[in-house]
């Protein structure tokens, strides 16, 4: 079972650089969301989709932009790196009911020079 | 508004012996609450979750919380620990009405030593 599939792993980007944090969720769910996660710091959701068409900002979503492509699809765009955003990229994907089970992908590991 | 703290950012314990780690929580509606468990490297694994059935909620490998609403906790234990419970522990709330968006404490790491 795949569940909740994001690329790449890693990547390293040089300062101005752009890039895009790929998400596929595979169990149906109307609602994705993008953490990061830096040490000490638990996870701070960074964008969310609560259902597809619909994308709203979470606790920092400054530098960031989001697009949920279809129901299966939630990517992350960096415009212009900052090395700020060096941290660890989490997708997730679930039912937005609450208390439901949130799903999450195996991270994405971006360092920024 | 909703926050969690983990009051601990560390815990040791020896093979064999029980597990405790401290969650507190603050939410203005009825809470639903998690712990997460994230291996070196890895994403995150549902332990266990509460959402206003049995106050007492037993998780995957042998874990289990208790849902205090006096005492706004959450702790998660386990009677023996084992070497492969390190990790790191994240206790998580969701309030009632919102597309699920969570609130994470800033974890807590478990040592287990032989």
């Known amino acids: 079972n795949a569940g909740v599939t994001q690329t790449p792993k890693f990547q390293v980007l040089k300062t101005g650089q752009s890039m895009t944090l790929q998400c596929a969720q595979d169990?149906?769910?109307?609602?994705m969301y993008w953490y990061r996660q830096d040490p000490g710091m638990g996870l701070r959701l960074i964008y969310y989709s609560a259902s597809e068409g619909t994308t709203d900002k979470g606790e920092v979503p400054n530098g960031y932009n989001v697009s949920r492509l279809n129901k299966r699809e939630f990517s992350l765009r960096l415009e212009s790196a900052a090395p700020s955003q060096t941290s660890v990229y989490f997708c997730?994907?679930?039912?937005?009911?609450?208390?439901?089970?949130?799903?999450f992908g195996e991270g994405s590991w971006l360092t920024v020079v | 508004a909703q926050s969690v703290t983990q009051l601990d950012s560390h815990v040791s314990v020896s093979e064999g012996t029980p597990v405790l780690l401290r969650c507190n929580y603050s939410?203005?509606?009825?809470?639903?609450l998690f712990w997460y468990v994230q291996h070196p490297n890895k994403g995150l694994q549902l332990l266990l979750k509460?959402?206003?059935?049995?106050?007492l909620v037993k998780g995957i490998n042998g874990f289990e919380a208790e849902f205090k609403k006096s005492e706004t906790s959450f702790h998660l234990t386990k009677p023996s620990a084992h070497m492969s419970d390190a990790a790191e522990y994240f206790c998580v709330v969701s309030s009632t009405g919102t597309a699920s968006k969570l609130t994470f404490g800033t974890g807590t790491r478990l040592q287990v030593t032989l």
């Open positions: 169990m149906n769910h109307n609602s």
């Open positions: 509460y959402t206003s059935a049995a106050t």
């Open positions: 939410s203005s509606y009825s809470p639903s």
């Open positions: 997730a994907s679930s039912e937005p009911v609450a208390g439901n089970t949130i799903y």
